[in-house]
């Protein structure tokens, strides 16, 4: 699947009416290095090249810049998930499959950007623009579901939040070293690939 940097692939270079994605490429590089803790107000001026009070004509603290990031990493996370989906012309299984792996794949590729879109403490969780991205995210993986399965027995959303779940679970599990990539030994497949494989097999 193809892999490929939105944020990062940005320029830091500053000019008028450009300080703002300025200011979200730097944090958004300062993450990736560092982990939440090196992303502040001072540290994301000093690296876009801007005096560390500028930032305030963006973002008042440190929560609104992680709040903007993040709703910036969810909309990524879909664009990341359509351009997944674009090649496959195959069954609404075959997307249901798609869209969770790439789902995972991007928790893994982009540790630091997948573990903030749900630290609650670092972000507004009522801010607009983060709510807007999380929904039309939900949305598109809800529909998605619904073009295979009609539930029965339990609602769209409880069948939605169960694979959404299990996906969010390993990738935690692998990026804290817990679980280690492996193959199913009777698919020969990568670990995360059959276990999506064996929840949509449950829904049929």
Not at 82 to 91: F, Q, R, T, W, Y
Not at 99 to 111: E, K, Q, T, V
């Amino acid at each position: 699947m193809k892999t490929f940097d939105m944020v990062s692939q940005k320029t830091t270079k500053f000019h008028h009416g450009n300080l703002r994605n300025a200011l979200i490429d730097a944090a958004t590089k300062l993450l990736d290095q560092e982990g939440d803790k090196g992303v502040t107000i001072r540290a994301v001026a000093r690296a876009a090249g801007v005096s560390h009070a500028a930032p305030a004509n963006h973002f008042h603290d440190r929560k609104a810049l992680m709040t903007s990031l993040a709703a910036q990493f969810f909309e990524d996370l879909h664009i990341y998930i359509i351009e997944a989906l674009k090649p496959k012309s195959g069954s609404a299984e075959d997307s249901i499959f798609s869209f969770a792996d790439a789902l995972i794949n991007y928790g893994l590729h982009y540790p630091e950007r997948y573990q903030l879109l749900w630290r609650q403490d670092l972000l507004n969780d009522d801010d607009p623009a983060l709510q807007k991205a999380m929904d039309g995210l939900y949305s598109h993986f809800t529909e998605t579901i619904a073009s295979f399965h009609t539930p029965v027995d339990y609602d769209l959303d409880t069948v939605s939040v169960a694979l959404w779940s299990m996906c969010h679970g390993y990738v935690l599990m692998r990026l804290g070293g817990t679980f280690v990539p492996m193959q199913d030994k009777r698919t020969q497949t990568p670990r995360h690939k059959a276990i999506i494989s064996s929840y949509l097999k449950s829904l049929n």
